[in-house]
């Protein structure tokens, strides 16, 4: 039972550099997150996914995007990367019910210098 | 601004005691309340959740919640030292779509 699949683990970037950060899961749920987490601070939304082909902002969007062509991946490009980009990268997913929890994925330790 | 507050901490509990964690909210639409245990370095993983006024056990934690404050806390009794982690707490928002803000967390720290 896999859950929530995000790769890679680590990745040190140079600044401009591009790449894109994986996110899967098994369990078919409909909406999908991607939060950062910088050092002491809570998690902040970049962006969310109700179902396939459908994105929206969260509160911090600028400098990334998204896409979901699938129920089961959502990936989260950085296009031009900035060393505020450097933080913890959690994709989660939930069934988008309101009693229904989150369930997240390791995460992604970035690094942009 | 839809906002959820915690102390930041650091919370210090001996062995054996009773934790209590707090965390209010400002958006009095709000459906649903998680705690999240979030190892140093690890992803959050859900404690409970709860979206009825009053409390709910599970083991040694224990969530209440009372909308007409905008507050929910989380109980953790006989604390041990494995409790010791970031708890965040997270509210469900009801604006059409199913999203969460959480808060900053709160760091526990129990002392053996």
């Known amino acids: 039972n896999a859950g929530v699949t995000q790769t890679p683990k680590f990745r040190i970037l140079k600044i401009g550099q591009s790449m894109t950060l994986q996110c899967a899961q098994d369990?078919?749920?409909?909406?999908m997150y991607w939060y950062r987490q910088d050092p002491g601070m809570g998690l902040k939304l970049i962006y969310y996914s109700v179902g396939a082909g459908i994105t929206d902002k969260g509160e911090v969007p600028n400098g990334y995007n998204v896409s979901r062509s699938t129920t089961e991946d959502f990936p989260l490009r950085l296009e031009l990367a900035a060393p505020s980009q450097t933080s913890v990268y959690f994709c989660?997913?939930?069934?988008?019910?309101?009693?229904?929890?989150?369930?997240f994925g390791d995460g992604t330790r970035l690094s942009i210098l | 601004q839809k906002e959820v507050e915690q102390n930041s901490g650091p919370l210090s509990v001996p062995e054996g005691a009773i934790a209590s964690l707090n965390c209010t909210y400002s958006?009095?639409?709000?459906?649903?309340f998680f705690w999240y245990r979030q190892y140093s370095g690890k992803s959050p993983e859900l404690i409970m959740f709860i979206y009825s006024n009053g409390d709910k056990e599970d083991g040694r934690f224990t969530a209440q919640l009372n909308k007409a404050s905008q507050y929910v806390s989380l109980l953790i009794r006989d604390s041990q030292p494995s409790d010791s982690a970031t708890y965040l707490c997270a509210v469900s928002l009801t604006s059409g779509t199913y999203k969460y803000i959480f808060g900053t967390g709160t760091r526990l720290k129990v002392l053996a």
């Open positions: 958006d009095r639409g709000s459906q649903s």
């Open positions: 989660a997913s939930s069934r988008g019910q309101a009693v229904q929890p989150q369930h």
């Open positions: 369990m078919n749920h409909n909406y």
